[in-house]
């Protein structure tokens, strides 16, 4: 793809300088938001720097040198319970404390794109294999992802996949991943969606692994997007791979991540997906180009894109700098919930509606209740009060009211306080302040 | 764009107004943001339905009695209900005294009441019964799919809420969402004061008024719940858990989020062995909370917009068992309540000696009720239901 205006790399000038505005940008939409030691050493460190790390998946340097063996033995701990509770609290820690915040990230959209719910798969087990492949493959190629991903047993169980077979094709599979997994609406009819049953039939799971059975197999000719032949779901997958709209998908899969409303022309987004399609839909090099455009960190990108559940809370814990103590995940994957987004638990195989519709009546409160339920501390099961006054006064802002403000509008928006938002909180302090920023309109953007 | 002029004209002024910064813009707004902002908003003011679940197998036989039936005293040697306690609804059928609280629903002409409701071939496994009553499907397959409700509210990507316990398979959709809420916290705000001062002034920018508008919204509804939380309007209900989850869903209904489809059950049905008691006490709850409800929205001028639906896997077997207890058995009663309702029996009363496998068949096929309810009440196609299936008058004509 050769870079056009749109694709251009950023590079700091007068009209979109490398500030901290920028840098918490980055990070809200990258990861989950900064503390205020990232935030100075990236503005330090510049675009580059900032952009290597995260990219290079070691942009929290902060993550304890025992994360890896943590994490296994927390979900292990989960999975032998047999309780997804603990496993979402497992997938909150990793999103806290880990080395990559962007591939956790990415996890979480492959999550919402081959959307699976313990709901019906009822095994915590498969659902943390299927976790640990889409992490794996989260910024590989999509044909790796896509071919893993068909194969968890936990979405083969979510999507009925072992009670399609020949004679009896069950088309739940075969259309969610024309539908959902790769071309999208209009772009399939439904005679396909019939063929590629029939091509699926005989995959399931055995043993909590892909399995083939040849005896359910359907193995006569199929006619699928204008091609025939004796299909099997391997070829299914290949046939759906070449389609364009399938790069296009992915395109428009990947700037709803990371770009807010009307931030990227209709151009722009077709230039993406030719791009991903020469580089063979390569998850890596499309977050890479985005994230080191500069429509990325134009202005009108910026607070374009309202915070998902899982972005607020731990957003929220990680800039505010809840490590020890930690607010408990168990909590955390609790408030998300509340707030509408139930990891492991998406609502449909849709996966998350996401957008303005995370803005509803009882995602607001939640959001607002869990405000000040993790500055207090025992409802969000952290020991401690947030103290309002410490990071400003370890930072130079001093711990009036007035250094609480700044420091807080600065580390959570990246700007000093308007007139405006001085007036909407004037009166409140500490602690009361700082729930307040964080229950703003304002503060569900990012 | 076309495809929102139709269902644009349902919306209140109100929501119009809300909805018309966004529709403005349409050219420019993706679709799937045009459909999720109509979602969150279209549904306020339209009908809605509640249904009640009664889990484990309610005795329709001795829920709606044919006193005068000589096979009954025979099929019931000791849990006869005696006909000079039964509420009268007919010359020939009573209901179960305990249900005397529905009394005052049946008298106003809001209750209909459909006994031997079914469906062929009836399954008396209590996961697989459900699990067809969920789905309106009876291939093994697809019993674990999609609900009736969630696929009749996938074309609008609608919500609906579950109130207590986990989101049943009968409001899982392809695209539509289901919310499970049990306590009255979740909606409730800590701290209103500061809720309502860090909301802000009008913005200009679209997406931060979107966000602002939505959150005074909240903080109304919030608002509202508050007060209700504090004082019940007059509303008494029963301390029973029914009733409390009704309750929680009438506040619901009072804060106007929006829902159109509420949700929730009952256990305790399957009663086995020594039911006189345990059954008589289990139909009291459900009569005392339904009309407690009822109650409710009424004194909250609500109850106009509300259809309750009740309904249990399968009936129990008419001939009672050796420990005064019934077994699982075939179609059922499904009671249909609400001011819109078109009260009274509706449908015929299963044959008690023409039996199949030792069970009257069904009069009434379920889809039927399902269809209606889908279509003459709320408005929603009845396509997911996989066939036609003709609609009962289960409705008042509208005035």
Redesign the interface.
């Known amino acids: 793809m050769a870079p056009t205006e749109h694709w251009r790399a950023y590079e700091p000038d007068a009209k979109a300088p490398w500030d901290l505005r920028r840098v918490v940008h980055l990070h809200r939409r990258a990861g989950f938001g900064a503390t205020w030691a990232e935030l100075q050493q990236d503005l330090k460190d510049g675009p580059e720097a900032a952009l290597e790390r995260l990219l290079r998946g070691s942009a929290n340097t902060a993550a304890p040198i025992e994360f890896a063996a943590t994490a296994d033995t927390l979900a292990e701990a989960a999975v032998a319970a047999g309780e997804i509770g603990r496993l979402k609290a497992w997938w909150f820690y990793r999103m806290l404390f880990g080395p990559d915040p962007l591939g956790e990230k990415l996890t979480l959209l492959w999550h919402d794109h081959f959307a699976t719910a313990n709901?019906?798969v009822g095994d915590p087990g498969l659902m943390r294999r299927q976790n640990d492949t889409l992490r794996k493959h989260a910024r590989g190629k999509f044909s790796d992802l896509l071919n893993a991903s068909v194969r968890e047993p936990a979405l083969l169980a979510f999507l009925?996949a072992p009670?399609n077979r020949k004679g009896?094709p069950?088309e739940?599979l075969g259309r969610e991943l024309m539908e959902l997994f790769t071309l999208g609406v209009g772009h399939y009819t439904e005679a396909d969606v019939k063929e590629a049953a029939r091509a699926l039939t005989g995959w399931t799971a055995h043993e909590g692994k892909f399995a083939q059975d040849p005896a359910k197999h359907d193995d006569g000719d199929k006619t699928v997007l204008g091609k025939t032949g004796k299909w099997t779901g391997a070829d299914l997958v290949r046939l759906l791979l070449e389609q364009p709209a399938t790069s296009e998908r992915i395109a428009l899969k990947l700037c709803r991540q990371f770009f807010?409303?009307?931030a990227t022309p209709p151009e722009a987004l077709k230039e993406f997906a030719a791009g991903l399609r020469e580089h063979e839909i390569d998850i890596g090099w499309g977050v890479g180009v985005i994230l080191r455009s500069k429509l990325f960190f134009t202005d009108a990108n910026i607070r374009?894109r309202?915070l998902s559940p899982v972005e607020y809370v731990v957003g929220t814990a990680r800039a505010l700098g809840m490590f020890d103590p930690a607010p408990s995940t168990l909590a955390l994957a609790d408030w998300s919930a509340?707030m509408?987004q139930d990891v492991f638990d998406p609502?449909?195989?849709?996966g998350w509606?996401g957008?303005?519709?995370w803005?509803?009546?009882?995602g607001?409160?939640?959001r607002?209740?869990f405000a000040?339920?993790v500055l207090t501390g025992p409802n969000a099961g952290r020991s401690a009060a947030y103290d309002p006054s410490l990071l400003p006064s370890q930072y130079g802002f001093g711990g009036e009211p007035a250094g609480v403000l700044t420091f807080h509008c600065r580390l959570l928006f990246g700007i000093d306080a308007t007139d405006?938002?001085r007036q909407?909180?004037a009166g409140?302090e500490g602690r009361?302040l700082v729930?307040?920023?964080l229950?703003?309109?304002?503060?569900?953007?990012g | 764009v076309i495809l929102y002029i139709g269902e644009l004209i349902m919306l209140t002024r109100r929501d119009f107004l809300r909805s018309s910064s966004l529709f403005a813009l349409a050219p420019?707004?993706p679709l799937?943001?045009a459909r999720?902002?109509r979602?969150?908003t279209a549904d306020k003011n339209g009908h809605v339905l509640v249904v009640v679940q009664l889990d484990g197998g309610n005795d329709a036989l001795n829920t709606v009695v044919p006193h005068a039936d000589p096979g009954y005293e025979k099929l019931r040697p000791t849990l006869r209900v005696a006909k000079k306690d039964l509420v009268k609804l007919t010359d020939t059928l009573g209901l179960h005294p305990a249900l005397k609280p529905l009394g005052k629903l049946l008298d106003a002409g809001h209750l209909a009441i459909l006994p031997g409701v079914g469906y062929p071939n009836p399954n008396r496994s209590h996961f697989e019964s459900m699990a067809i009553w969920h789905t309106a499907r009876f291939d093994?397959?697809?019993l674990?799919?999609y609900g009736w409700l969630?696929r009749a509210l996938d074309p609008s990507?609608g919500t609906a809420y579950m109130v207590g316990g986990?989101?049943p398979t009968a409001l899982?959709?392809?695209?539509?969402?289901?919310?499970a809420?049990a306590r009255i916290e979740?909606?409730?705000?800590?701290?209103p004061a500061?809720?309502r001062?860090?909301?802000?002034?009008e913005?200009n920018d679209?997406?931060?008024a979107?966000?602002?508008r939505?959150?005074v919204?909240?903080q109304v509804?919030?608002d509202k719940l508050a007060r209700l939380n504090g004082a019940d309007g007059g509303a008494r209900y029963p301390g029973t858990g029914l009733a409390v989850r009704l309750k929680l869903m009438a506040r619901l209904l009072k804060?106007d989020?929006?829902a159109r489809v509420f949700y929730t059950a009952q256990s305790g049905y399957d009663t086995h062995a020594n039911q006189r008691f345990t059954h008589a006490g289990l139909l009291n709850e459900f009569a005392g909370a339904v009309t407690a409800f009822f109650d409710d929205l009424q004194a909250a001028k609500l109850a106009e917009r509300v259809t309750l639906i009740a309904f249990s896997e399968f009936g129990r077997t008419i001939k009672e068992n050796g420990s005064a207890g019934t077994d699982h058995g075939t179609a059922g009663v499904v009671f249909v309540a609400g001011p819109g309702v078109a009260g009274g029996m509706l449908g015929s009363m299963p044959n008690l000696t023409e039996l199949d496998r030792g069970e009257p068949k069904m009069t009434t096929d379920f889809r039927r009720v399902y269809a209606t309810v889908l279509n003459n009440w709320l408005g929603l196609p009845t396509d997911g239901l996989g066939g036609t299936f003709e609609a009962l008058p289960l409705f008042r004509a509208p005035a």
Do not use: W, Y
């Open positions: 709901a019906k009925d009670a009896h069950n739940n807010g409303e009307k374009t309202v509340r509408g609502p449909n195989v849709g509606p957008g303005r519709a803005v509803h009546t009882r607001l409160i939640a607002a209740n000040a339920a405006e938002v909407r909180v409140a009361k729930a307040m920023l229950s703003t309109p304002e503060g569900q953007l | 420019a707004v799937f943001i999720t902002a979602a969150a093994d397959e697809e674990r799919s969630g990507a986990a989101v899982r959709g392809r695209r539509s969402s289901a919310v809420l979740d909606i409730l705000l800590a701290d500061a809720a001062h860090s909301a802000g002034p913005a679209d997406l931060l979107f966000v602002r939505q959150a919204d909240a509804a919030a804060a989020l929006g």
